[in-house]
C-alpha cells in the first residue's frame, strides 16, 4: 500500500523559515517524481513545486520560486520541502503527491503550515 | 499560472447526472490532454478520479466519465450517490514541468 506521511508543519513568523519532510513507503521511491501541492484553508489546490527521480530537475510555481527548495533522498524514500522567506499567504495544508501520467495519483494526509505574527 | 474555471457549485439528487465543467486556454486545457480530477471530502486529502483526460483508476466507480473539447474539460457523474457529495478539482498539465487546478466546485446531492 502505497503511504505518504507528511511532518514538519507548525507556526511560524512572518519571514522565518520551515522544513517538511515526506516519508514515502509501499512502492519504488526512486522511480517516479514527486511534488508538493498546497490547499489554504477554505481555498483550492496549488501546485507548489516538482522534482524528477534523480532529483536533478526541478521546477516551481511562480508563487514560490526563489524562496522553496524541493528536495529528496532516495536511499531514505523521502521528501522534503525547505521554505524560506515565508508570508501570511503561503499558510495552507501542504501534501506531499507522487505523480504518474501527469497527474497526481497518490496523497498524503497533508501537514498544516500557518505564517502568522 | 491562472487557475482554471471551474463553476463553484452544483447539485443533483439521487440518481441523476451532473457534469462539472473545467475551462482553460490552449496553453494548458486546451494544449495537452493531461487533465485530471481529483474528488476532496471535508478534512480529507483529495483523490484522483481521471487521468489523461478520461481515464479512470482501477478502483474509481464507472459513474465517473470526462472528456475535453478546445478549451473546456468536463467531469460527468452519473447515478448520484450521496457518497459523491464532495469537492471537484480539475488540473492541467501546462507545460515546463508546471501544473495549474481549477478553483474547485462544490457538489451537493440533493
Known amino acids: 500500500e502505497v503511504q505518504l506521511v507528511e511532518s514538519g508543519g507548525g507556526l511560524v513568523q512572518p519571514g522565518g523559515s520551515l522544513r517538511l519532510s515526506c516519508a514515502a513507503s509501499?512502492?519504488?521511491?526512486?522511480?517516479?517524481?514527486m511534488n508538493w501541492v498546497r490547499q489554504a484553508p477554505g481555498k483550492g489546490l496549488e501546485w507548489v513545486a516538482h522534482?524528477?527521480?534523480?532529483?536533478?530537475?526541478?521546477y516551481y510555481a511562480d508563487s514560490v520560486q526563489g524562496r522553496f527548495t524541493i528536495s529528496r533522498e532516495n536511499d531514505k524514500s523521502s521528501l522534503y520541502l525547505q521554505m524560506n522567506s515565508l508570508r501570511a499567504e503561503d499558510t495552507a495544508v501542504y501534501y506531499c503527491?507522487?505523480?504518474?501520467?501527469?497527474?497526481?495519483?497518490?496523497w498524503g494526509q497533508g501537514t498544516l503550515v500557518t505564517v502568522s505574527s | 499560472q491562472s487557475a482554471l474555471t471551474q463553476p463553484a457549485s452544483v447539485s443533483g439528487s439521487l440518481g441523476q447526472s451532473i457534469t462539472i465543467s473545467c475551462t482553460g486556454t490552449s496553453s494548458n486545457v486546451g494544449g495537452y490532454n493531461f487533465v485530471s480530477w481529483y474528488q476532496q471530502h471535508p478534512g480529507k486529502a483529495p483523490k484522483l478520479i481521471i487521468y489523461e483526460v478520461n481515464k479512470r483508476p482501477s478502483s474509481v466507480s464507472n459513474r465517473f466519465s470526462a472528456s475535453k473539447s478546445a478549451n473546456t474539460a468536463s467531469l460527468t457523474i452519473s447515478g448520484l450517490q450521496t457518497e459523491d457529495e464532495a469537492d471537484y478539482y480539475c488540473c492541467s498539465y501546462a507545460g515546463s514541468i508546471t501544473w495549474v487546478f481549477g478553483g474547485g466546485t462544490k457538489l451537493t446531492v440533493l
Open positions: 509501499g512502492f519504488s521511491f526512486s522511480a517516479v517524481p
Open positions: 503527491v507522487r505523480d504518474t501520467y501527469y497527474a497526481f495519483d497518490s
Open positions: 522534482i524528477r527521480n534523480g532529483g536533478d530537475i526541478i
